[in-house]
């Protein structure tokens, strides 16, 4: 067994609405320094026998990214 | 400027049908090799100064993950 | 062609972070009249013949939702 | 006390992996009809008073849809 995480976020000119509203709530919990918040997706694969870097990129170019409007990392967890 | 980074995933226990889609769609792609896919949340915080985990804690703790159905971890980006 | 819609919400009891943040961050935005946000999914199944609701319903309880945490409904779109 | 309902939808011509994992993994269920699944948002927001949808249209464009990707829709549930 091994796994791949397959991160995606959204390409960093695409506005993100729910982050968005996370930032827009923290003075409400006496939290003012943050300048952003992001909110994207990860993703962990398990392979049967090894990781399988070329398979984890196909599946993240076919079901799990738009390459359009997100970008995404894929990586052997340590 | 610091990143710190909250991933977020459903707990083991609790089925993932997401996940489980991606996983059932994989035969067609000729992909035969993999045992599960989890599919949780990736949240980038950026704070305005130095990272700060306890701060970001906080915020996955009331706005970013449910602690009955899912584990969130919490770590400044490398 | 016919559209079959699937909502799937968290159950009531289930807290949801995310619905919590944009109530969170509405008096920012001047709003002060909102009691609760719920962010659920909406899912849109284009058949290719006739609507059949009782796949839909197959592939909501298979695919989409995770009927410990979530409730769904679903019904032929007007 | 009255809900509005905001349907928010990836635009038609923006690809939407998570859909299209559902669809791919139909036919290992033994479902072959259908044409096309879109995974969007349903986000329930609840007036203290009566429902304002201007208000619910403005929250939807500032903290819920992204307008370069995403249409939505807003109604006072029936």
Same mark, same amino acid.
């Given at each position: 067994m091994a796994? $791949?995480?397959v991160?995606?976020?959204l390409k960093p000119e695409i506005?993100?609405?729910q982050g968005q #509203?996370?930032?827009n709530a923290l003075p409400s919990l006496g939290i003012g320094d $943050?300048?952003?918040v992001r909110i994207g997706k990860r993703i962990e694969i398990e392979f049967a026998?090894? #990781?399988d870097l070329d398979r984890a990129k196909e599946i993240a170019d076919?079901?799990?990214a738009n390459p359009v409007i997100e970008d995404f990392t894929v990586r052997?967890?340590?």
């Open positions: 796994r $791949v995480v991160d995606v976020m506005l993100d609405p #509203a996370v930032a $943050v300048s952003s026998d090894s #990781a076919r079901l799990l052997v967890e340590d």
